[in-house]
Antibody, heavy 122, light 111 residues
Framework: QVQLQESGPGLVKPSETLSLTCTVSGDSVSSYYWSWIRQSAEKGLEWIGRIYSSGSTNYNPSLKSRVTMSVDTSKNQFSLKLSSVTAADTAIYYC????????????????WGQGTLVTVSS | QSVLTQPPSVSGAPGQRVTISCTGSSSNIGTGYDVHWYQQLPGTAPKLLIYGNRNRPSGVPDRFSGSKSGTSASLAITGLQAEDEADYYCQSYDSSLSGGVFGGGTKLTVL
């Protein structure tokens, strides 16, 4: 049974970089694409991007200039960095496994991690 | 404003049937991209309910069904139960935005 667990600071100062890690158990990060998705009251669910074990990435164009994703196959983890954060980046951040093949056109997300709340505040 | 439009809320009595709509456009559902549905129980992460428009993952009761036509999709829940009270989200791909998009969510209340 695949399980995902997000970890990272719950509080980030404005203009700094948000950093989160997702640890995968029960599956290999080398086998699928993996995504980050966030949820806020203002914007609802928002897809941030996805990464493959090769390092290949696709990012949401609205966030692309600030997002970096990476994968560590030795630790079975993948990570998210979001730079120059503002209060608008306050949200619950989820990691999820991507299904539906290599093309984004048909992707869905299953399973999801439990989520971690990140608050941007000084 | 979400790219995919869902009604904010729906309600039904136990045992009844409810449907939740998801309306898109020619750059997403109307192009033929699949629609997927998620259930989010209070305080938990979204859980996959329907994938590829009408397919149920193992463990999802057949009371849940999905359909798609034109620029819209629907989630139907029959034999409504108290445990179905949750938020439901649709998701697809949008070619204009070059990425996955979600609906704004629909809160289901079981009366």
């Amino acid at each position: 049974q695949v399980q995902l667990q997000e970890s990272g600071p719950g509080l980030v100062k404005p203009s700094e970089t948000l950093s989160l890690t997702c640890t995968v158990s029960g599956d290999s990060v080398s086998s699928y694409y993996w995504s980050w998705i966030r949820q806020s009251a203002e914007k609802g669910l928002e897809w941030i991007g996805r990464i493959y074990s090769s390092g290949s990435t696709n990012y949401n164009p609205s966030l692309k200039s600030r997002v970096t994703m990476s994968v560590d196959t030795s630790k079975n983890q993948f990570s998210l960095k979001l730079s120059s954060v503002t209060a608008a980046d306050t949200a619950i951040y989820y990691c999820a496994r991507v299904s539906g093949g290599s093309s984004m056109l048909w992707n869905w997300f299953d399973p999801w991690g439990q989520g971690t709340l990140v608050t941007v505040s000084s | 404003q979400s790219v995919l439009t869902q009604p904010p809320s729906v309600s039904g009595a136990p045992g009844q049937r409810v449907t939740i709509s998801c309306t898109g456009s020619s750059s997403n559902i109307g192009t033929g991209y699949d629609v997927h549905w998620y259930q989010q129980l209070p305080g938990t992460a979204p859980k996959l309910l329907i994938y590829g428009n009408r397919n149920r993952p193992s463990g999802v009761p057949d009371r849940f069904s999905g359909s798609k036509s034109g620029t819209s999709a629907s989630l139907a829940i029959t034999g409504l139960q108290a445990e179905d009270e949750a938020d439901y989200y649709c998701q697809s791909y949008d070619s204009s935005l070059s990425g996955g998009v979600f609906g704004g969510g629909t809160k289901l209340t079981v009366l």
